[in-house]
Structures are given as structure tokens and as C-alpha cells.
């Protein structure tokens, strides 16, 4: 007997079971459901699809309406139908016009594209009376017959209408033909007609829309009532038995399940969708296999989902099993990394550390070493002092030659230097200075003297504040204190040329100032001479008028003095007496002196003044052939009161040729010698002036007989401001005046002079450019 | 001066092209089948190309430098003029006149005389007999007691086709040659004679505006017109218009300026490269 309680457990596990089983009807019947949903949904979306290529096909093949409403609004049909009413013929202008309109269509047929190639792949106009007006198409494509456009031609619709060239059987020559009455003046004249291939449309509209939909699940294609217009390379390879597809006649608007058979015969289950383009004879149907669509049997499910959920079950025990055996090794292996990571870290921390501390002391090595620093740390009480090598090299030394005694630093510093030095470390270490800093020199091995910056500090120091220990650097500062040094050469050297610079700029002013001041006295004794010439010029008229007159009456009064004997004696007596009286006798006499020399004094007077102009010559200012003689002359008489209570003048005046210079200037240079000369003589001595050629050269001399020029101030009578006349009496500018104007002149000037003896300026200046 | 030739204008460094805008040979706009050639003249000869715009009454003595007077096939000579140019190219037809004063280059384009009237007119087109003699005597004896327009010292001087044997009101303008059509629009008179070139242009223009009648010369030729003296220059046209109807340039210009000119002169242009 079953217990009762094992009973209940069996029912309990047949409830269990028959739960399960509902459950997995349930699931079967939803899924069959759900199969059914996804077929209508596939079936739906092939309509859609369908119907979506179609209506753009459509559209496409309505815009092809409006393509010929162009062509017959063309101005050539227009023209041609126009000439043609006037009666033109063809060889006489008519022609011309067939022409224009063949040109034309055949433009218009290059000009539409579909994709890359001419959609229209031919246009035709042909008249009334059948005649080919036209007829444009791509080369190598046969004449259209007449016959054959007949068929295209409706002379009373006046609307676009479509046929279909079927062209050779599966040759994808299949054509869209088009035509379109032409109307001239509201009468039928003539067709167009046009030609579309049905494989571009099929690959453009069907195909290449269609190429996620020519899949090897469905096929789109294009046909009319007699024949697909695709060839079996247009659909791939489609599971659709293209070689068996129904007569195109067959197939009808909507949705139709028909069986097909494949290469092998076997029987394809098949939905189609057809779609008719509206207005044209075409047709678009879309076909696709049931077969991937049926429902699998219930006991096929179950067997199926059973399986299935024993293979689940097998599945989870070996996974939970596993998943232990993995979670307590992959516990183990946790441990262990963890314990492996911590001992990672520490070791990273310690490389870090390691890696801190040497980057650390490489850091600081080059710090030092980069900063060529030298250091020294001093231990107070017993004067031992540690070098480093960069102190020792510093000075020339290896670190080994040097004694670790404060004694060795001590007798490296420069004795000129160590007072200094040892006050401010003094300081320091009495705690009066934060920092013991000092400039000093130290020997080098080789014996040099170098500059070094010595810094340091106090470092440690007992509990009473005596210093224990001192540490510090060494800076080679040697080439800093040399560009000190040189840079205060260089300052000083600058404050004496910019101190030169002005004295030189206070002699040019002042140059310009002189030469300006003699420019004027130069124009206003020039003025003065022109002033004074005028009136001269009467006056000595006059005086050699009043010579004449003089003569004529002393001649007179001769005569009549002879005449006197025939007068009575008492009037002769009275006469004479009258003569004695007013000293007439004296009178005649003196009166031709008195006139000679008021003739000479204004013949002096104009020679003056025409000297006066000649050494001015205001007006000449350019370099010209000069005569020096004259220049020698004119400027004698200018100067002869400086001249003739201190010296005699003797002229040597040469046979000489014209010089080429400024007169002018040669004139001032000529009165600056000869005032020169006579300021130096004391009392009275002579001033020579000789001139004379030596070759193409004049040359002038001016000499004097005064008390000369002592050696050492001889180097410098040109110099500016340089005079041995008291002051007050020259600017010290005369003969560097005269240095510039000859030098200008394109000359030289020299002296010499023998103290107490005199002195002798020479000249020398080129001979005139006409005299070469 | 004299038009140049060739050494001439190799040492001038310059190709002086006397043109008249005419037709589609000398637009008016900087192009035109002459210009294009005569451009491309001068590069053949290495020179600069340069326009020189002239007139019908004075384009022969532009060239020449001499003033001629034309009467009927026979030309003479009145009066000196200073030359401007060196090349007449400007669909400038081939007359027995004008071949005693300058030298014609090979035929460039064909060309004939037609009668053109208005659309209005009463005056039918002729029917063609297929003989060219028939059509012209046909053509001229509807011109009787009507105005026809024409132009002196051009391809449509009357003297030329003996108009005033007609017994049309022949009126001599003094405009352009491409003003012919329009002044028949306008109503200057009821026919006009055109050549062919200008003829076909018109009809394009003016479509319903203009018939053509018919035919009142034999089939002419247009060419490039030189100097008598410039012997070389003509040579060396004549060469270089041989290498542009090999390599296809004259034909494309032909095209370019005058597309139906090949299919209404098929004869003319048979065999030219395209």
C-alpha cells in the first residue's frame, strides 16, 4: 500500500506536471500566434514595399508626360510647322528648319539623364502624312520603321499614351515607348514619340531600390501582360525558381499563393504581390516563399522544448557544480593576489623611495654641479674644514692635494683681501650677520688670482651660542669681476669721448660762429666799399675837371698879369699890393698841389675801396682761376695799418700762373698771416710775402722777423683756440680758420718757426684748371 | 603702307584681322567663326591677333589701300586709302569683282543669295524645280513692282544679280549686312535679298516672321580675302586652314557657330573630321 504521504507527493508532482504542460500549450499557442503576426507583418511589408516602388515608378513615368509637353512647346517644332504654313520648301529654307529641329530633340535627348546614360534612348517626330521628320537616337541603333510607329501614332487623344517594344524575347531590349500628338494651329500635325528602356527602369526603380528586396527571400519584377522585362541575370540568385515563374498574364492585382518548382522540381510555395502602374500597360509584382514562414508541428515544439529544458537542467547542475569548484579556487587565488598586491605595493613604495632619494641626490649633485658651486663645511673647534671636488677643482687642485685645515684656506686667500675677509666672518660669527658673504681672491695651483663669491652660515652652535660648526659655498665669480672690470674700462673710456664729443662740438660752434662773423664783416665792408664808390666816383670826375679849370685860370690870370704894364702906375701899384695882400701868388702855386693831392688822396681812396670789394668779393663764392698776386695786393692794402708801424714789407711777387681756388677765402687766409705776423713782432721788423711755381703748384710765403714759436706749441697753432696772444687780443680760431679754408682749397699750409728768430707760413695751392 | 605680308607682320608682331560684325562670323561680342580662326591664324604664325572693325563700303580698301568702285563683274580703281589691315575674314563672299582687286584664300563656308520677304507678304515661295537656273528666274519674277532691300559693294549688291532687270524698287541701305532682316520686319520694304548664313540665322531668330522665296544666285563660297601682294600670307592661310580640317578644329567651330550648317551643306563639308 502507498503511504498517504507519498501519494500526496505523486499528486502533488502530477499537479506540477500538468501545470508544466498547460504552461508549454500556452507557450505554443503564443508562439504560433506570434508566427502568424510575423507572416501577415512579412506578406504586409512585401505589399507595402510593392506598392512603394510602383508609386515611384509612378511618378517618375508622369514626369516622362511632362518631358514630351516640352518637346512639343519646342520654338523649332514651332518654326518648322510656321515655315512650312508659308509655303517654304525644303531646299529653300525649309530645310533649315528640319535641321534647327533634329538639332534640337537630339540635344534634348542627350541632355536626360537616367543615372548616367540618355534616358530617352531614342525621340521621333514624324508629320501628318507619316514622314520621319526626326528621328535622334544613340549611334548604331536600326532606322525605326514606319510601319512599327504606326502602332504608337493616336491622332484624337490629345494625351500622353504608353506602349511597350517588346524587342526580342528575354533580350532586355524591352522598351517604354511614349507618344504625344503635336497640334499646329488646333489641327493634328505630327507625333512625338520617345523610347525608354525597361531594364534601365527596372534596374533604377525595381532593382537597385530593391536591392536589400532581391534577396534570396523575394524578388520584384517588372512586366507586362505577355513578358517579364528582366533576364535572369537581373534577379541574382533568388530562391524565387525564376525559370518557373507563372505566365505573366496569371498574375492579378492583390495577393495570389501558387506553387513553383525549382531546378531540382521540387515545389516552392510562393505569395505574390502585383501592383499595376497606372496608365501604362506595366505591372510590378513582388514574389516571396512561404516556406520559411510555416508553423512547426505542436509535438515538435514540445519534443523540441522539452529537450531543450533538460539540456537547461543538465546544464545548471554542471554549472553550480562548477561555479563551487571555481569560486573556493578563485577564493584561494583572491588571497593570494591580495596578498601578492600588497607585497607589490610595498615594494612599489620602496622602489619609489629608492627612486625619490637617488633622483633626489642627482637632483642636487647637478644643482651643485650646475651652479658650479664648491662646498666647505668648517668644524670651528678644531679648524678642520671638508671640501668638496668642485671646491678643489674650482682652484686646480684634486681634492687629495688640499689639507683639511682652515690653515689651508686661510693661505689661498689673497693677503689683500684677508682683512676684509676675516671682519665679516668675524661679524658673523658674533652672530651680527644673518649671512657671512665676502668677495675675495683666491690662488690657484697655477699661481692665478681668481674672484670667488664666499657664502656661508653658521650651522650648529652650542648651548652657550659659540659657533660649533659653519658651512658654506664657493662661486668661481672671476669672469663677472672681469666684465666689471671691463665695463668700468669701458665707462670711463665712453665719459672721456662723450667729454671729447662736446669740446669737439664747442669748437665746431664756435668755428661756425667765427666763420659766420667774418662772413658779415666780409658783407658789410663789402656793402661799405659799394656805398663808398658811387660818390667817389664824382669826386675824383670832379677833381680832375676842377685840375683843368685851375689850369685855364692861371693860364688867364698870366696873361692878364702881362697886360698890366698899359694900366697907370698908381693902379699897378694897387693891383700888386692888392696881390701881395691876398698871397694870390701862393695861391696859384699851392693850388695845383692842393688839387694833386686831393687827386691822390681819391685815387687812394678808390683804390681802397676797390681792394675792399676784391678781397670781400661777397659775390664769389664758387672755386675759380685766381690771380694770387692780386689777392696779395688787395689784402695788403686792406691791412697795411696793422702792418706799417711794425714792419716793412717786402714784396716777392713771382711770375706766377692762376691758382685754382675761392678767392674769397684766400684772401681771409692770406690777412689772418699777415695780421699774424705782425702781432708777433715786437718793435719793429720786416714781413716778407713771396710767391713762386714749383711745378703744378703755387706756393705763398709769409715770413716775419718776430720773436717765433716755441717747439712744443708749434704741433699745435692750428689746434682751435690755441693762441699765444694775451687775452682779449685773439679768438685762437685765425689759423685754424686758415688750416680749413686752404685744405678746402684743395692746398696745404705748414709752418716753421726758430724762436727769436721768426717765423714762415707757406701756402701752397694748385695751379687753374686753364693753365694745365 | 601697304597690307604686310607675311614677313611683315612676323616683324610687326601683329595679325590686323579687318572684320564687320556680320552673321554668326564676326559676332560683334569678341567672337564669331572668323574671329575664332583668324585667332587662331595668328598663334599659327606666332604673332598677336588684332581686331580692326571696318565697314562694308571701305573694307576692300582697308586691306588694299585702294578705293574701288565695283561695276558688276569689273571693278575700278578711284582713290588711294591708308591700309588698316591684313586679312578680310568675315563671311566675305567670293565675286568675280572682288577677285580682281584681292586674292581669296581656299572656300570656308558656302553660301548663296536667297529672297526673303516678310510672312505677311502675299508673295508665295517658288517650288523647286531641282534646276538651279529655273528657281532663280522663278524667284526674281515674283520680285516685279516690289521693294526689295539690298546693299552696295556687299555679296547682295544688286548689280550683282541684276536686280534692276527685275523691275523691283531695289533700296540700297547703308547699314550693317545683319540689319537686313530686321529693317524687313520693320516694314523698310517687302522683300530683302540675304545669303544663306544670315538667312538661316534670321529664320531662327524670327521664326514666322520671314519665308524665304527663293533662290536669285548660283551656290557661292565665303573665304578669307588677302592683298594681291601678300602672296605668303595667303600660302600660309591656306595651310593652316588644310591643318584645321585635319585635326578637327574648323569643324568644330563650323558646328559651334553653324550647327546645321552640315546637314544644309552636306556636299560642302563631306569628309572634314568632325
Known sequence: MIPVKRLRLRGALFLINLLLLGYLGFLLLNLYSSHERIHNAAVEQLQHNTEKRALVLESFLLDRTEDLIDLSEKQQLLAYFENLSLGMSLEYGLGASVNDLRASLDRYRLRKKLGSSPLYKRIVFVDAENNVLADVHADGSNKVKIATLRRYISRRSQIVRYHIDHGEPRSGQAQLVLSYPYLFKERYAGSLIVWISLADLYDRFVRADGAKNNTRDSISLLHDNEAYFCTASNVGHSRIPFGSLPEPSLLKRDRQVMTLHDEDNRAVSVLSASIPLTGTPLMLTSFIPLERNQLASPLQLVLTTGAIGLLILAGTVVLIRTDMNSRLIETRLDEARIREEAMADQNRMLYATTVELKESKEKLTLALEGADLGLWSWHIPSGKVDFNEQWAAMLGYQLSELDSDVSAWESLVHPDDMLHVQQVLKLHLAGNSALYETEHRCRTKSGEWLWILDRGRVVERDSAGAPIRMAGTHLDINDRKLAEERLLQLNNDLEQRVQEEVTKNRQKDAFMLQQDKMASIGQLAAGVAHEINNPMGFIISNLGTLTKYTQALTTYIESYEQQLTVLPVEEQQRLEALKKQLDVGFIVSDISALLSESQEGADRVKQIVLDLKDFTRADEVTVKDTDLNQCVRSTINIVRNELKYVAQLDLQLGDIPPVLCNPQQINQVITNLLVNAAHAIDGHGSITVVTRQEGQKVVLTVADTGKGIEPELIKRIFEPFFTTKPVGQGTGLGLTISYDMVKRNGGEISVESELGKGTIFTVTLPVGEGER | ?274
Not at chain 2, 591708308?82 to 581669296?104: C, Q
Not at chain 2, 547682295?156 to 532687270?165: A, F, G, T
Request: proline share 5%; hydrophobic share 40%.
Open chain 2, 1 to 274: 603702307m601697304t597690307a604686310g605680308d607675311l614677313d611683315d607682320i612676323k616683324t610687326r608682331g601683329v595679325l590686323r584681322h579687318l572684320g564687320i560684325p556680320y552673321a554668326n562670323f564676326v559676332t560683334g561680342s569678341g567672337d564669331g567663326f572668323e574671329v575664332e580662326m583668324t585667332q587662331k591664324f595668328a598663334e599659327f604664325l606666332g604673332v598677336k591677333y588684332q581686331f580692326v572693325k571696318t565697314e562694308w563700303g571701305t573694307v576692300v580698301q582697308d586691306l588694299t589701300g585702294k578705293v574701288v568702285k565695283s561695276k558688276g563683274s569689273d571693278v575700278e580703281v578711284i582713290g588711294e586709302a591708308p591700309v588698316k589691315g591684313d586679312i578680310i575674314a568675315n563671311g566675305f563672299t567670293v565675286l568675280p569683282w572682288r577677285e580682281k582687286i584681292v586674292n581669296f584664300s581656299v572656300p570656308t563656308f558656302p553660301s548663296q543669295i536667297w529672297l526673303i520677304a516678310r510672312a505677311d507678304s502675299k508673295v508665295r515661295p517658288i517650288k523647286p524645280s531641282l534646276k538651279i537656273e529655273k528657281d532663280i528666274a522663278a524667284t526674281k519674277a515674283l520680285m516685279k513692282n516690289r521693294s526689295v532691300l539690298s546693299m552696295e559693294n556687299t555679296c547682295l549688291d544688286p548689280r550683282l544679280y541684276n536686280l534692276s532687270e527685275t523691275g523691283a524698287k531695289v533700296i540700297c541701305t547703308k547699314g550693317q549686312l545683319n540689319e537686313m532682316a530686321p529693317a524687313l520686319i520693320k516694314g523698310d520694304a517687302e522683300m530683302t535679298i540675304l545669303d544663306v548664313p544670315d538667312a538661316l540665322i534670321a529664320l531662327q531668330k524670327w521664326p514666322g516672321k520671314l519665308k524665304i522665296i527663293g533662290p536669285v544666285s548660283d551656290k557661292q563660297k565665303m573665304a578669307p580675302a588677302f592683298a594681291k601682294e601678300s602672296r605668303e600670307l595667303l600660302a600660309a592661310y591656306n595651310r593652316f586652314l588644310e591643318k584645321t580640317r585635319k585635326d578637327g578644329t574648323y569643324m568644330r567651330l563650323i558646328n559651334k557657330y553653324y550647327p546645321t550648317a552640315y546637314s544644309f551643306f552636306p556636299d560642302f563639308f563631306k569628309g572634314l573630321k568632325q
